[in-house]
């Protein structure tokens, strides 16, 4: 049995330790364009800033894939797949027969159409080769401007700041991360933004990059006349799953690679996992593109099993995330940005707000199922919201004291027998009633699976290991 793998990261790493699990023979082969083992690739901002050493950003070393028994074909991409003769066309021609093949060829970033944004001086940031080559353009640079404030753009932007680089950010939207943020919450980034002297203009975009007679970048020109002087540009306006390599091949794709519960695509013994694909979304009950590191490790999971014959099922996922820029924290899931007062009939949102503590807590319910949060610098609840949206379970008994000052096992007591929180009563029961509370399904992942928040998406403290 040949296993062909096109791509070399996370979703790449899960479904080689899951087919080694089953099979312990078959021949594994790794198609890598990048020259380096699979690296942490939420690492990349914070080792620019300075903040992670080079050698914690490795996620597998060299000794990873030898003791595997795997093959990696390194500076070779996959660029066709010929589904009807089992095979795969890698760069210059090259043709590799599989059994089975895996596509975790991630996204790709999205380049708007700005005019002469081609060139030098003007990069995207999601891979090593591109954080290296701003690194090296650092020496260079005084100002530069930051094209989105999604978490890409935000997270370049403040180490391009430690790196001592002045900083605008354009974003088209009129909020910072506008799909994680609320007004509220997007109030107080602005503020932490203006503390920190980083710069950034909110619904407008970036026209066109102004260069001299060198090609060199000078500035560039917004849509409303603003002209911002620069000598780099950053552009982080979000990613697309990356289809280019399978046109032509049969393969069903809406926005990314198309892939049932077990991960396969529309083509027998083929497989996909990570950015490239689209899979099911838990809150919005449908397919789409969700671009995480927790989530493509999963599916990598449940690729590599079913490939070796096992029979495991995605259940899906949702959105999560937490960034913590300049001192501002926020940890997100779901339908985070539905703002208070202007819920629509199906939503009902709860907020707590402490500015003194700079504590802003929010969650959005929907039939009695929690349906998203937006945590603000106090982000210890995440995990267990997390958990919530996981489960499923009808909060209808807690929900209004959800955002409360208050553990939710003290809530539920509350709302139940109207005992006051901090009784010798509630704290006894403390521990087995929290864990009462919640379902098999809702501990199982509670305890186990690699997407609590804290483990996996707190890249700024800790490695990134799952
Ligand atoms: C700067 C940054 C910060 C991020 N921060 C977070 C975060 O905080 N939390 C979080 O959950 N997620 C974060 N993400 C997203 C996360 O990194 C991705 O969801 C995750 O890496 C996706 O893994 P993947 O296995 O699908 O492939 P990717 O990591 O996207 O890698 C794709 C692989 O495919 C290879 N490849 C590309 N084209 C081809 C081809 N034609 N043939 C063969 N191989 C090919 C690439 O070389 C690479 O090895 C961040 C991403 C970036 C860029």
Known sequence: MRYVIAGNSVATVAAIEAIRKRDDKGEIVVISPEARTAYCRP????????????????????????????????????????????RVVLTGGEKLEFDRLLLAIGATPFIPPIERVEGPGVY???????????????????????????????????????????VTIVELLDKILPIVLDEASSAWARETLEKAGVEYVLGDSVVAVERNAQGDVKGVTLRSGTFIPCQGVIVAVGVRPNVAPLSGSGVDINKGVLVDDRMETSLENVFAAGDVVEAYDLILGAKRPIQLWPLAYRQGLIAGANMAGGRKRYVGGFPINSVGFLGFKVASAGLSTVEPGVEEESFEVMVFEDKERGVYRKVVVGNNRLMGFLLLNDTSRAGVYSGLIWSRMDISLFKDALVEEVSMPEACRLAAYGLEPWSFESMRDFRRMGWALFPRSYRKHFTAMPSRIEEVCAFESEVCTI
Not at 138 to 161: C, Q, S
């Open 124 to 166: 995207p940031f999601t891979s090593m080769d591109h954080m290296e080559a701003v690194e090296a353009q650092l020496k260079d640079w005084r100002e530069v401007v930051v094209v989105g404030a999604g978490m890409i753009g935000i997270k370049t932007a403040e180490a391009l700041h430690a790196r001592g680089v002045k």
């Open 43 to 86: 690492l990349i901002t914070y080792h620019l800033a300075g903040q992670v050493p080079a050698e914690r950003l490795p996620y597998r070393q060299e000794g990873f894939y030898k003791a595997q028994g795997v093959r990696v074909l390194y500076n070779r991409a996959l660029e066709g797949l010929e589904p009807e003769k089992g």
